[in-house]
């Protein structure tokens, strides 16, 4: 049957080049004839965004014990001061190499890195629960920090495996796997930290896990890591392995048709492609938007670091005078509650509301709930109980809710080719910023326990009052003049 003009007319005008060893072409391609939801890749990112999330804080639940039992605290107060430095170690290492590994993921591609990451975790997570001595405790994490450095290109990562209707969700699931396994991963702390003491009839004294009581839970998460370790073999490549005309190794043209409505759309998509600045460092939408993600990061890995303590803490310094295992179990139905909010919820939520928005609604609404803290302290029994895992289960929601915003407006100030770099530099200054905080936020914590009879804000309400101070910079920066988007650095230039 002989083509109509109508059909002609449909032909592409320009036809998209695809390069039959360049693995990044191969996922485009992919991407072009698959309909429907990806949900092999999104397993990939959920098993690897949770497995680089779990070593981050599921020492929480059982680091105040673990420094007591080092003996290098004085006083029961100081054992914060020093479970704070051990938080802190693995921030800084990521710190240090974030932006190297982000460079290496934009040269030699997403995988290899991924495969580096995930692997660390199964040696060096398991070396830090046979920890001995503050030292042994504070070198293993920080070198875990250093070769963790994952978060940065599976967020690349998963822009890219994706089309553009389907970012937001694989963004979210990026997010929603990273925040449930910061709240698993402090559970299974709770749950199997000193199993000897806890389940004597399945764990003697005499076994590995009685003289290393904390090396339970660790290597548990090494084991799932060297699950996602083997799976990653599979992983499908998304950098483009070949060279542009213009020199990037990247595909980010569009395919065009005849209809000049999709003509004027690829004369607005390269008119974009122009605006983007190639020095990263002078893209402000990116830098606003790293600089927000710092302060939100900083408030988070404090909060996480407090809660634990606070809840472990007697009820004579303001604490809920927790067991880890208690711990745990709060941390583990925050973890489902927001599993269900991030899947069910949160992408329809994201599409009325856009992403700036849902960050200033779920910044806002989360310092009246940091507030009732202290007041919540006051509770028991039951009623304690259940108030906890009310309030944990919504601060995490919306804690998550602000990073899935932030991820959706980081990744959309830079092109492809720039996707690992910009994603090493966040990485950099959120781990710095959050370096910062578990350090700051036990130190913190320490000395609210020793002003409880303080006139202006006595103890623990001094430590959230901190927290909300944070939060409520982050929320301020959210606003224009500060926080640009591409967009509007576009409007501007063309006034």
């Known amino acids: 049957m002989a083509e109509g003009p109508e059909s002609r007319d449909a032909a592409p005008l320009l036809e998209k080049a695809y390069h039959d060893n360049c693995p990044g072409c191969k996922v485009d391609r992919l991407k072009r004839e698959r309909r429907g939801i990806p949900y092999r890749d999104l397993s990939y990112i959920w098993i690897v965004s949770l497995c680089t999330a779990l070593p981050i804080t599921s020492l929480f639940p059982f680091v105040y014990f673990m420094i007591r039992d080092f003996h290098i605290a004085k006083r029961e107060e100081d054992i914060g001061f020093y479970a704070g430095f051990v938080g802190s170690s693995f921030m800084v290492g990521r710190a240090l190499t974030s932006v190297f590994w982000g460079v290496v993921a934009d040269r030699y591609g997403r995988k290899p890195i991924i495969l580096i990451g995930t692997f660390s975790v199964v040696v060096l997570n398991a070396l830090f629960g046979l920890s001995t001595s503050f030292w042994m405790a504070l070198c293993t994490r920080f070198l875990l920090g ?33 925040g449930i396994g910061l709240i698993i991963g402090p559970a299974i702390g709770g749950f199997f930290a000193q199993p000897a003491e806890k389940y004597p009839g399945l764990f003697s ?15 548990l998460i090494s084991i799932y890591a060297a699950g996602v370790f083997i799976s990653c073999w599979w992983l499908p490549e998304t950098l483009h392995m070949h060279e542009r005309t213009d020199g990037r190794s990247s595909c980010d043209e569009v395919e065009v048709s005849c209809d000049s409505s999709d003509a004027t759309k690829h004369d607005t998509e390269v008119e974009e492609q122009k605006t983007y600045e190639e020095n990263l460092l002078k893209n402000w939408p990116l830098m606003s938007t790293i600089i927000v993600y710092c302060v939100f990061s900083l408030q988070e890995i404090a909060y996480s670091e407090i809660f634990s303590l606070w809840a472990v803490s007697e009820r004579k310094f303001g604490g809920l005078n927790f067991s880890s295992q208690d711990v745990g179990e709060v941390l583990a139905i925050s973890g489902f509650g927001l599993l269900l909010f991030q899947l069910l919820l949160y992408p329809r939520v994201e599409k009325i509301l856009g992403p700036i928005m849902i960050t200033r609604l779920s910044a806002g609404i989360s310092i009246p709930l940091l507030s009732s803290y202290p007041y919540i302290a006051m509770l028991s029994g039951l009623t304690l109980h259940i108030a906890i895992n009310f309030a944990s289960m919504l601060r995490n929601a919306l804690s998550v809710s602000v990073v899935t915003g932030i991820f959706i407006l980081l990744n959309n100030a830079v092109p492809q080719h720039q996707r690992g770099a910009a994603n090493g530099i966040s990485m950099t200054a959120m781990s710095i910023s959050k370096a910062f905080g578990p350090a700051c936020g036990g130190a913190l914590f320490s000395w609210a326990q020793k002003r409880q009879v303080a006139t202006f804000l006595p103890g623990d309400q001094m430590v959230f009052f901190v927290l909300n101070l944070l939060q409520m910079i982050g929320l301020i920066l959210t606003f224009k003049p500060f926080l640009a988007q591409p967009h509007e650095r576009r409007a501007a230039s063309i006034a």
């Open 205 to 219: 004294q005499s076994s590995i896990f009685g003289r290393y009581p904390y090396f339970l839970p660790c290597l």
């Open 146 to 178: 250093c070769f963790n450095s994952v978060l940065g290109t599976i967020r690349a990562y998963a822009v890219e495996i994706c089309t553009e209707e389907h970012r937001g969700l694989t963004l979210s699931v990026v997010s929603t796997s990273r």
